[in-house]
């Protein structure tokens, strides 16, 4: 039995083999595989070419729904641990905790100069009383508080509370303290002729902030360089007076000074800060610029396998916003860390730039955080809303800035000689502002002068249209262009959610993070930077 079995297959597969080396005419082809059929070899190549054409679809679907994981479902995809949601994690805890020392220093910073300028105020300026405009009007008010300036100057050390010392040839011919007088022309201090624009009084004190001990840090030396404007440029018999006050700071330079040790530790710190940045820049740039490449592929593919083009809309999804908006934060907390620095060391005393960049970068992180609750369907609910929203919200604020415009020139224009609200454009912006979520109503309506019938009359019906306007109809239009888009949303879920090319495409993948599928033998050869997904 055996045997026959033997010469049974052998002669099968020999027949197999005749019919395989047979020319189609000499074997009957015509009437077997029809006139226009293939070879078989060509059936098998065809199935084969298929089979591979298959196989690389299956692979970008992987690919992609790789891609567009979270980072929970990637770890049970490849087992990589999620090193960017860990760092990102960190980097939320380091930036807030770098920004609070920053805002501690910085307020003591701050007080200290603003109490000095108040002292300062009432030391120099005659007569000065705490949030009252000062200002002259005869010449002999003018000479006399040019008088009583230099008089308090030069007792400044038998009659001040505080210890200031002066600094010696930073005026006009290496002066101590300058008179300056500007004019049109040659001339006296004489309002009579008309000619002067403003008189100045320049001179700089140092000061010692032994605040800073408190912060185990070392005291800082200022230098205030005080200037007093005696205002003319108006010509209209009022002479404005003011006084400015800017600080330069520096480290005081005692030997018998410690506490750089602390110092050192607040660098360090910022150092680690501005590099845990850098890594995470390194880490979203990537992303990106993995998502650019995946895109690529996936539209290479729908134009040769498939013959068809890919819409914008799916192109869009391969690009992270959430990774710009990190990359953003983390550019700007690096360049604040080093500015940082340097106002710790005393090199620099740039507090402002240096606040805008911690403080704006702290709110990107902290806006980030989002990305990480949208993977939560409960949590994702207000992103989803304000992205249907955004565009007919954009829209509508066109609409609504132009008619804003319109009163803010306005009210410029007609109200401004007659109400301290209104002197400006910038102050009517703000005041209009207010009135939309009103606030100073009643106290808008009381400051407006009685300057003629006419422009009262029009600043009722100016002040009253506006407010008619913008909280009865476009506020509200504004509300419920934000709840169309909730009630959409909420509907959605309960109805066949439009899908995307992208999604569909996508979706056929059936394998789950669990499958073992997303394994690959690259990634034993992955670079560190790799690895951090």
Known sequence: MASSSYTCIQDSATEKDRLLSSPLGSYGSRDLLGSGSLHPADLVGSEHSQQQEEEEKEALRRKLKYFFMSPCDKYHAKGRKPFKLGLQLLKIIIVTVQLVLFGLSNQMVVTFKEDNTAAFKHLFLKGYRDNIPQAIHTQKELYSHINFTIEQYLALPQISLGRYAYVLGVGVNGSALSLCQRYYRRGTID???????????????KAINIQTIINNEIPDCYTFAVTIVMDNKAHSGKVKIALQNQASIKEC?????????????REFFDVL????????????????????????????FFKNRLGRSVSWGDRLEFINGWYILLIVSDIFTIIGSFIKIGIESKNLSSYDVCGILLGTS??????????YLSFFQKYNILIVTLRAAFPNVIRFCCCAAAIYLGYCFCGWIVLGPYHTKFRSLSMVSECLFSLINGDDMFVTFAEMEQSGTLVWIFSQVYLYTFISLFIYMVLSLFIALITGAYDTIMAQTQEQVRVTDLSVFIAECMDTPSSGKFRGPEGSSCSFLCCCN
Do not use: M
């Not at 845990?276 to 490449?293: A, K, P, Q, T």
């Not at 709110?363 to 990305?371: A, E, F, P």
């Open 362 to 371: 702290t709110l990107l992180v902290w806006v980030g955080v989002i990305r």
């Open 191 to 205: 309002p009579v002729n008309d000619t002067l624009i403003n008189v100045t009084v320049d001179f700089q004190l």
């Open 253 to 265: 330079k005692d030997p018998n000074v410690s506490g750089h040790a602390e110092s050192y530790a």
């Open 273 to 300: 800060v501005a590099f845990v940045c850098l890594l995470s820049l390194l880490l979203c740039g990537r992303s990106i610029l993995r998502g650019f490449l995946l895109q690529h592929e996936y539209v290479q």
